[in-house]
C-alpha cells in the first residue's frame, strides 16, 4: 500500500529534483560554454520568435506521426522548460525533432508492395537490418555449434580419464 507522502517526504523529493536540475544546467554548460559575441559590428540575428503550437503544427506535418505523438514527444520538454539556458532547450528540441523526422512516410502508390512495406518500416537501412539480422542468427547458431563441439571434447576427456585411470 501506498502511504500518503508526509511534508518532509516532498521536500526531499523537491530538493533531489531541484538538485538534478543544478547538476545537468552545470554540465550542459560546462560542455557549452556561452558562446562570445564574436562580430560587434554586425547586428544579432535571432532565431525567428514562434511558439510551441507552431513548432508541434509543423512537426506534425513533416513527420508520419499522429499528432498525439508530437505532442507526447514535446510535452516533456515544454514543461522542462524553465530554468534550463535556451540552447540545452534548443538542443532538446532538435533530439526529439530528428526522432520524429526519422520515421519514414508510409510507401504509396503502386511501389507499395511488400518490399516497399520493409523499407518503410525499416527505413533506408533496410538491407542492412536484414543483413544484421542473419548476422545475429549464424551467431546463435555458430555459438551453438561451439557448445555442442565442447561438450562433446569434455566427453571424449571424461572418457579418457576413466580409461587411463583404472
Known sequence: MDQPQTHSDRTRTASREASLKIFEHRRFRTR???LPDQRTDLPRTDLPRTTWDHLQRQ???LSS???DEVEAMLRPIRDAQAGKPPEMVLRELLIAASILLDEAPP???PQANWRGRLDHDLGPFASLA???VFAIVAAILFS???MAAHSFLVAIQDWLWRIFAS
Do not use: E
Request: glycine share 12%; aromatic share 6%.
Open 130 to 132: 536484414v543483413m544484421a
Open 32 to 34: 557549452f560554454p556561452a
Open 65 to 67: 506521426c499522429a499528432p
Open 144 to 146: 551453438g555449434l561451439l
Open 107 to 109: 510507401p504509396r502508390g
Open 59 to 61: 512537426l506534425t506535418a
